[in-house]
């Protein structure tokens, strides 16, 4: 009899989310503010088959909060998307635009808090709002083997969504931490790909290139 495989269904939040009266207000001040743009819980980029989950902090408010895709119109989403194209993560032109035609490879990007925060900087409650969110989703890809944390506050919601504990887990650019749930899951660090820390040389292109490089060795190694 063949094996029958659990299809877990993906939890979303809602386009008008109220779990979080900070993030609900500021929401409302910027559609009065800019009219037009996605002010609302950015959706994830990529497919659930993906291998790869990319994890950020939040929506930038010019940037995944304008254009509705994560890191997309701001200078991160730059040097991420520019990272995974030369790796074979991504084809096409990331024309910094929803609809730029651009498309990710056997890779998934999302969020830590799913709507943009007033300074980039979501308040503890609001990530633990949000993080059934993060949990639901690496229930639902059926082939995750490699998890990217970009920054260390990414780092340590990942494993409060995974039930791990911090403190087993210690956070280090490049550093490799091999999951026992979900089984054969490794998660990689990296600083954030921030215009802050590339302008104060925390982090460099190369650096990060090796961070994901690192990231796809380990999956390969997890393939085997």
């Excluded at 991504?90 to 007033?118: E, I, K, M, Q, W």
């Excluded at 690496?138 to 490699?146: D, E, S, T, V, W």
């Excluded at 944390?149 to 780092?155: A, C, K, P, T």
């Amino acid at each position: 009899m063949a094996a029958v495989t659990e299809v877990v269904r993906l939890a979303e939040p809602e386009r008008e989310c109220e779990r979080c009266p900070r993030l609900v207000a500021f929401r409302a001040d910027n559609r009065r503010t800019y009219p037009g743009w996605h002010h609302a819980p950015v959706p994830s980029f990529g497919g659930l088959d993906a291998e790869i989950l990319v994890v950020g902090l939040a929506p930038g408010l010019k940037g995944a909060n304008r254009t509705g895709r994560p890191f997309t119109g701001d200078y991160a989403g730059d040097l991420l998307y520019a990272t995974l194209a030369d790796l074979g993560l991504a084809h096409g032109s990331y024309g910094a635009s929803f609809n730029d035609g651009f498309t990710l490879a056997n890779c998934r990007v999302t969020n830590a808090a799913r709507c943009v925060p007033p300074a980039n900087k979501p308040l503890p409650a609001e990530f633990a709002a949000c993080r059934p969110f993060l949990a639901a989703e690496i229930a639902a890809m059926p082939n995750l083997r490699g998890i990217l944390s970009l920054g260390r506050e990414s780092h340590g919601q990942v494993l409060a969504a995974l039930g791990l504990r911090k403190s087993a887990f210690a956070f280090g650019h490049g550093a490799v931490h091999r999951l026992a749930a979900p089984a054969g899951v490794v998660l990689v660090d990296s600083y954030h790909c921030s215009r802050y820390n590339t302008n104060t040389g925390r982090l460099t292109g190369p650096m990060f290139v090796a961070a994901v490089t690192t990231l796809l060795d380990a999956v390969k190694e997890c393939r085997q």
